[in-house]
């Protein structure tokens, strides 16, 4: 499974090697965060690399029951009794919610931030399948600034290994250029479209935690709180349905 906003980024990328040979499913989770027509251009450049792949929101029935109905439909054309699946993927992507979805019941531990799961967990989920859940895991070291910024932005990484007020510097400097964006945003954090907003990072999160009155002693703003908030609504959704990485160009051979 990877997040659907930046599915080359969240996507595990020894996993293709380690598990070669095996049938595979890509899951790109939280399409109801990304913007559509980017996961439409992303879900045909990864069909086009022979991948198997599916965007979904795991809060939606109907979404859901589509692709259990066809990962049953899947296995039952296997010679196997008993079809062993593997959920895996870097952490909060939804790998324990959507087990306890096929379930139907709270099996397993979930929470909208990185980490819950702590130990491979084996769960019977019809008499024909099980399912392995794991915990999530990162590739040894991120490749970039720019992937660490994305991980944290999406709250994969544990808050630890990040700097919220460094990652939400970056992600206004990143998404200031859509319009759409920077209308919600200035709407939520009262400050004027008529307002001067420097596009240089760190004076435009001041700008904002002056607009929502958020300031220290002294007067100064608030740039931790005002980052902090902002990074919250980003995951909410609040910002509008935002993609963080685009899919390669398509190839001329399509
Ligand atoms: N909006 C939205 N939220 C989702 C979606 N999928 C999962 N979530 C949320 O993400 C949370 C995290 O899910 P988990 O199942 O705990 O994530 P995990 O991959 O098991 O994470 P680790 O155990 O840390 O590896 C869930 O509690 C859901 O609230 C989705 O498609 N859309
Ligand atoms: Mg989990």
Same mark, same amino acid.
């Given at each position: 499974?990877?997040?659907?906003?930046?599915?080359?980024?969240?996507?595990?990328?020894?996993?293709?090697?380690?598990?070669?040979?095996?049938?595979?499913?890509?899951?790109?989770? *939280?399409?109801?965060?990304?913007?559509?027509?980017?996961?439409?251009?992303?879900?045909?450049?990864?069909?086009?690399?022979?991948?198997? +792949?599916?965007?979904?929101?795991?809060?939606?029935?109907?979404?859901?029951?589509?692709?259990?109905?066809?990962?049953?439909?899947?296995?039952?054309?296997?010679?196997?009794?008993?079809?062993?699946?593997?959920?895996?993927?870097?952490?909060? +992507?939804?790998?324990?919610?959507?087990?306890?979805?096929?379930?139907? *019941?709270?099996?397993?531990?979930?929470?909208?931030?990185?980490?819950?799961?702590?130990?491979?967990?084996?769960?019977?989920?019809?008499?024909?399948?099980? +399912?392995?859940?794991?915990?999530?895991?990162?590739?040894?070291?991120?490749?970039?600034?720019?992937?660490?910024?994305?991980?944290?932005?999406?709250?994969?990484?544990?808050?630890?290994?990040?700097?919220?007020?460094?990652?939400?510097?970056?992600?206004?400097?990143?998404?200031?250029?859509?319009?759409?964006?920077?209308?919600?945003?200035?709407?939520?954090?009262?400050?004027?479209?008529?307002?001067? +907003?420097?596009?240089?990072?760190?004076?435009?999160?001041?700008?904002?935690?002056?607009?929502?009155?958020?300031?220290?002693?002294?007067?100064?703003?608030?740039?931790?709180?005002?980052?902090?908030?902002?990074?919250?609504?980003?995951?909410?959704?609040?910002?509008?349905?935002?993609?963080?990485?685009?899919?390669?160009?398509?190839?001329?051979?399509?």
């Amino acid at each position: 499974m990877a997040d659907a906003r930046a599915p080359f980024t969240t996507r595990h990328q020894r996993l293709a090697q380690l598990v070669a040979g095996r049938p595979r499913f890509l899951l790109l989770t *939280r399409s109801d965060l990304a913007d559509p027509l980017v996961t439409q251009a992303w879900l045909r450049a990864l069909t086009q690399q022979g991948e198997k +792949v599916v965007a979904i929101c795991l809060m939606d029935a109907q979404e859901r029951r589509v692709l259990l109905n066809r990962l049953e439909e899947f296995t039952h054309a296997l010679p196997s009794r008993l079809v062993r699946l593997v959920v895996t993927g870097l952490p909060n +992507v939804g790998k324990s919610f959507l087990i306890n979805q096929w379930l139907g *019941r709270r099996r397993l531990a979930t929470a909208n931030r990185p980490g819950v799961t702590t130990a491979p967990t084996w769960v019977r989920v019809t008499p024909h399948i099980a +399912v392995l859940d794991t915990p999530g895991v990162f590739e040894p070291s991120p490749r970039s600034a720019k992937s660490l910024y994305i991980l944290a932005a999406l709250g994969i990484l544990p808050p630890e290994r990040y700097e919220e007020e460094e990652v939400a510097a970056w992600l206004l400097h990143t998404l200031w250029q859509q319009e759409r964006v920077r209308q919600l945003v200035r709407e939520r954090w009262h400050v004027p479209a008529t307002q001067q +907003v420097e596009a240089v990072a760190l004076p435009q999160l001041e700008s904002l935690a002056v607009g929502r009155r958020l300031l220290r002693a002294g007067g100064r703003p608030d740039t931790a709180r005002a980052a902090r908030q902002l990074l919250t609504e980003f995951r909410q959704g609040l910002w509008g349905r935002v993609t963080l990485e685009m899919p390669p160009a398509p190839s001329s051979a399509d």
